[in-house]
C-alpha cells in the first residue's frame, strides 16, 4: 500500500515536472515567434546563439559539476572553420556549420582527455590554458586572419534552396537550430545519462561504488558540452558573417560563465535567460562606453546577493515548480 502511494507521489510530481517545463516552453517559442515583429532580428539571432551556448556550458557545469574557463576554445574555433569553409572553400552553409562543429567536437575530445583526470580549479585552470593556447595560435595563424579575423563571410543557401541572406530566413534557420540543440540537452539532462551524470554531482565517490566509471561518462558530457558550444558558434559566424579574436579570447569563456549563472546553474531555462540579460546589456548599454562592465559587474553582484539561484532558479524556487 505504500509503495502505491509512493508510486503515485512520484508519478504526480512527474506531471506536474512536465506541465510546468511544457508551459514554460511554449512560452519561450511564443516569445522567439513574435520576437522579430518587435526587436531587430540580428540581435535576436546573437541572442539565441549565446543562449544555445551558456545551454552547452550549462550541461557541463550544472549537471556534472565541471566547470571550465575555457569553452570560447570550442565556440571560437568552430566560427573560423565555419567562415574558412564557407569564404574559402564555398562550402554550403549547412556543410561548413557541419565542419566547424565537428572541429569542435574533437577539441572537445583532446581538451576533455587531458583536463577529465583533476578536478575542481586544477581542471578549470587546464581548460583556461589549453584555451589562451589555442587563442595565440589563432593569432599567429594566417588561415586565421589575425587581428582582423575572417569577414565577409558568406551565407549562401542553405541545401541550395533557402538563401540566407534574407534576414527573415535566417532567423527561422537559427531559430530551428537552436530549438533543436535545447530540446537535445534537455532529453539528455532527463534521460538515464543524464541521471548518471548528477549522481557525480553530487557524490563521484559512491557513482563509482556503484560501478559507473564515472571518467568516461565525464568525458562524454564534455564533449557533447563542446560539439553543443561549438554548434553555437557556427551560427554566430553566419549571422555576423564574421570570426575574430573575441570568438576566442577569455572573455567569451567568463560571458558564458556570467550568463549561466546569471540565468540559474543547473536549470533547464535559466542559460537562455541569462543569455538575453547578458546580451540584452551589452547591446543597449553600448553608448554608456566603458562603463559598460561597470554597470554589467553591479547588475551581477545585485543579482547573486538578491537570487543566490538566479533568476529563474528563484522563480522556479517560489512557485515550486522545475524551471
Given at each position: ?119 575542481g580549479i586544477y581542471f578549470a585552470m587546464i581548460t583556461l590554458a589549453l584555451s589562451q593556447m589555442m587563442y595565440f595560435f589563432a593569432l599567429q595563424a594566417k588561415f586565421t586572419g589575425g587581428e582582423d579575423g575572417i569577414q565577409g563571410v558568406p551565407r549562401g543557401r542553405l541545401f541550395g534552396v533557402f538563401n540566407l541572406a534574407n ?142 539561484r538566479g533568476i529563474v532558479g528563484e522563480i522556479a524556487h517560489l512557485l515550486r515548480v522545475q524551471l
Amino acid at each position: 500500500m505504500m509503495e502505491r502511494v509512493l508510486d503515485a507521489s512520484v508519478q504526480a510530481r512527474r506531471r506536474d515536472r512536465d506541465v510546468s517545463l511544457g508551459a514554460a516552453f511554449v512560452v519561450m517559442v511564443a516569445f522567439f515567434i513574435i520576437g522579430p515583429f518587435v526587436v531587430y532580428p540580428v540581435f535576436l539571432m546573437k541572442a539565441l546563439c549565446f543562449a544555445l551556448f551558456a545551454c552547452a556550458f550549462n550541461l557541463l557545469i550544472g549537471y556534472v559539476g565541471l566547470i571550465s574557463f575555457g569553452h570560447a576554445l570550442f565556440f571560437g574555433w568552430a566560427s573560423y572553420l565555419t567562415a574558412y569553409a564557407a569564404k574559402t572553400w564555398g562550402l554550403p552553409p549547412e556543410l561548413a556549420i557541419g565542419i566547424g562543429t565537428a572541429t569542435a567536437a574533437v577539441l572537445g575530445v583532446i581538451a576533455g582527455g587531458l583536463a577529465i583526470r583533476r578536478q575542481g580549479i586544477y581542471f578549470a585552470m587546464i581548460t583556461l590554458a589549453l584555451s589562451q593556447m589555442m587563442y595565440f595560435f589563432a593569432l599567429q595563424a594566417k588561415f586565421t586572419g589575425g587581428e582582423d579575423g575572417i569577414q565577409g563571410v558568406p551565407r549562401g543557401r542553405l541545401f541550395g534552396v533557402f538563401n540566407l541572406a534574407n534576414e527573415g530566413t535566417m532567423y527561422v534557420f537559427v531559430l530551428v537550430v537552436v530549438l533543436a540543440g535545447f530540446l537535445l540537452i534537455y532529453r539528455i539532462i532527463n534521460s538515464p545519462f543524464g541521471e548518471v551524470l548528477k549522481a557525480i554531482r553530487e557524490n563521484e565517490q559512491r557513482t563509482i561504488s556503484l560501478g559507473y566509471n564515472t571518467e568516461r561518462y565525464k568525458l562524454v558530457a564534455f564533449v557533447l558540452s563542446a560539439t553543443l558550444a561549438g554548434l553555437a558558434g557556427s551560427l554566430n559566424s553566419l549571422v555576423f558573417q564574421l570570426a575574430s579574436l573575441t570568438d576566442v579570447h577569455w572573455t567569451m569563456s567568463g560571458d558564458v560563465v556570467l550568463m549561466t549563472l546569471l540565468g540559474g546553474l543547473g536549470t533547464v531555462f535559466g542559460p537562455v535567460v541569462g543569455a538575453f540579460l547578458v546580451i540584452a546589456m551589452q547591446n543597449y548599454l553600448a553608448p554608456f562606453g566603458q562603463w559598460v562592465l561597470v554597470i554589467q559587474g553591479a547588475i551581477f553582484v545585485v543579482c547573486v546577493l538578491l537570487f543566490r539561484r538566479g533568476i529563474v532558479g528563484e522563480i522556479a524556487h517560489l512557485l515550486r515548480v522545475q524551471l
